[in-house]
């Protein structure tokens, strides 16, 4: 992928997060340009979740900076962050609570409008053309519960997108969902990519999943260890280093021995 201007869109300079006496991710110093598409791997607790949060203004740098779309305001709910796009790690959807695919996806309207406007037509429409990019607007009136959880992922997507986001960031967005239904879901997002042009930050475990997708992987533990095209990255010294022990590497596929199951 060539990017005709490199313009820069996230920007970390020698950053560091955490709380006074725990640094969850340590003297980050990497730039996401426009347009990319990019994966963030790494342990368990290796500082994913907090780069996910520094990246949606919930944290601020312990020391260095942190720059998006060229405003190194540190102010964290600056208006820009309507401009990121976030799929939150799936929760359960309760069966019976009665809220429809329309009225999920409307939800990402309340973020780009300011809490003082109340959603019109104009919103409805880009709702719905949300619910279009992910071939759920057939499903509008549906209780967001009767669907199958791959479903449920296809409309929070809508629901991120409502936004008119400039970026895209997933935190493993295939967690809890079968194996063609985490397949589907991301070639959807690369479809979305290609299709709307989005700059996409892919938080996973899944390495395999992504490795021929990615424009670059960023392998993290606690510091960054790479931010490279997938070849580069996924080379056995490098892996052995950040995964240890719980790092199998078979002919085709890395296997990665991890519980996934202790999310907080």
């Given at each position: 992928?060539?990017?005709?201007?490199?313009?820069?869109?996230?920007?970390?300079?020698?950053?560091?997060?955490?709380?006074?006496?725990?640094?969850?991710?340590?003297?980050?110093?990497?730039?996401?340009?426009?347009?990319?598409?990019?994966?963030?791997?790494?342990p368990?607790?290796?500082?994913?979740?907090?780069?996910?949060?520094?990246?949606?203004?919930?944290?601020?740098?312990?020391?260095?900076?942190?720059?998006?779309?060229?405003?190194?305001?540190?102010?964290?709910?600056?208006?820009?962050?309507?401009?990121?796009?976030?799929?939150?790690?799936?929760?359960?959807?309760?069966?019976?609570?009665?809220?429809?695919?329309?009225?999920?996806?409307?939800?990402?309207?309340?973020?780009?409008?300011?809490?003082?406007?109340?959603?019109?037509?104009?919103?409805?429409?880009?709702?719905?053309?949300?619910?279009?990019?992910?071939?759920?607007?057939?499903?509008?009136?549906?209780?967001?519960?009767?669907?199958?959880?791959?479903?449920?992922?296809?409309?929070?997507?809508?629901?991120?997108?409502?936004?008119?986001?400039?970026?895209?960031?997933?935190?493993?967005p295939?967690?809890?969902?079968?194996?063609?239904?985490?397949?589907?879901?991301?070639?959807?997002?690369?479809?979305?990519?290609?299709?709307?042009?989005?700059?996409?930050?892919?938080?996973?475990?899944?390495?395999?999943?992504?490795?021929?997708?990615?424009?670059?992987?960023?392998?993290?533990?606690?510091?960054?260890?790479a931010?490279?095209?997938?070849?580069?990255?996924?080379?056995?010294?490098?892996?052995?280093?950040?995964?240890?022990?719980?790092?199998?590497?078979?002919?085709?596929?890395?296997?990665?021995?991890?519980?996934?199951?202790?999310?907080?």
């Amino acid at each position: 992928m060539s990017i005709a201007r490199q313009e820069p869109i996230i920007r970390f300079e020698r950053a560091s997060f955490g709380f006074p006496g725990v640094i969850a991710l340590q003297d980050i110093s990497l730039t996401i340009h426009a347009g990319e598409f990019v994966g963030v791997i790494g342990p368990n607790g290796s500082g994913k979740t907090t780069l996910c949060r520094a990246v949606l203004g919930l944290m601020a740098p312990l020391e260095g900076h942190l720059h998006i779309f060229d405003c190194a305001c540190e102010e964290l709910r600056c208006h820009h962050r309507a401009k990121i796009g976030y799929l939150p790690q799936k929760g359960v959807v309760d069966r019976n609570f009665p809220v429809t695919v329309l009225e999920t996806v409307m939800m990402g309207r309340y973020g780009a409008l300011g809490l003082f406007r109340r959603p019109g037509i104009k919103d409805r429409e880009i709702a719905m053309d949300a619910l279009a990019h992910v071939a759920m607007d057939g499903h509008k009136d549906t209780a967001l519960g009767h669907l199958s959880g791959g479903q449920q992922q296809r409309v929070f997507i809508a629901r991120a997108l409502a936004q008119q986001p400039k970026v895209l960031l997933l935190d493993e967005p295939t967690t809890g969902l079968d194996m063609t239904t985490q397949h589907n879901v991301i070639e959807l997002v690369q479809h979305l990519h290609e299709e709307l042009n989005l700059t996409i930050l892919l938080i996973t475990h899944d390495i395999n999943m992504i490795r021929s997708r990615v424009d670059r992987l960023v392998l993290l533990k606690t510091k960054l260890y790479a931010a490279a095209p997938p070849a580069e990255v996924l080379k056995p010294e490098i892996l052995r280093e950040v995964y240890g022990k719980d790092l199998v590497i078979t002919e085709k596929d890395l296997v990665i021995v991890e519980d996934y199951h202790h999310h907080h």
